[in-house]
């Protein structure tokens, strides 16, 4: 049975935009079969918050999804990514780094770069060495550093059901990216692939923000002789007015504050509906969304949360 998974960062709570994500990913998955797994992606070392998983698995509850399998959480067990480094590090494919983010930023000044939350990795630390003196056998200290992928050269093709065909050159955008932290623990490329192939997902869905890591991954399930990648589909983000993916600056769009407010789930899902083609609801539930929803139907433009939207949401006589 095809399988997709629910996979929540507790960096943060549950708000409109990753919200109406999950709602698709569960429609569709409901609409076609798919197992869910549920997953807590808790590796985010320092920014994950206290309570905010089990904050965000009461959110989706109280919309009305639920799932097969979970919650799974990443931080429980480290030993799967840990075998993972081993085997790309022992395969000459992984090399551990030493540099920090001031002396990337000195480096690439002047070099172009595409993504810009991310620096390109010049390649400082990657060794020049002859083939066989690139391989590495890791010991316990050695998860204790910064490791990095040798990137190859050129475009990665995705082929994502709801964009399309797509190319990204990773080393010339990205350069060999991160696959381990020296805090100990893996990196969100790699932790997801490592996941996705051991949970036997081959559909995930989510946002389009993580279209580009889409070309990352495949190279990781290419590294680690996974298979078949998962098929893709990446869905368009909710932005605030700004334009700017809908976050804290655009006010508070959390699911528990409505929830906390006594705004009814049905009216919450009637707004995320309504940004994802279904026509004429006002109010909906989450399996008449799952019935009337059509992934034909979702624009490929950006959904926008606006003041209006906000204000139908807290409209104290339809409560
Ligand atoms: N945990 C990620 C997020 O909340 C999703 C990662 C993924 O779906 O690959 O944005």
Redesign the pocket.
Known sequence: MPRT?L???PTGALHLG?ARTFLITWALARQNGWNIVLRI?DLDGPRVKKDAAAEAIEDLQWLGLDWDEGPIYQRYDLAPYQDALRKLASAGLAYPCECTRQQIQAATLSAPHGDEHELRYPGTCRPRRSDNSLKFNLTDADFSQAWRLVVPDGAIRICDQFCGQREFDVQQAIGDFLIWTKQGLPS?QLA?VVD?ARQGIDQ?V??D??LS?ASRQQILYDRLELGAYPAYTHLPLVVGLDGRRLAKRHGDSRISKYRQMGVSATRVLGLLARWSGVANVTEISADEFRTQFRLSNLSSERATFNHEDEHWLMDRSKR
């Open positions: 998974r996979a929540p960062s990753n992606e969100y997801v996705d995930v989510r946002g923000d993580l890591s």
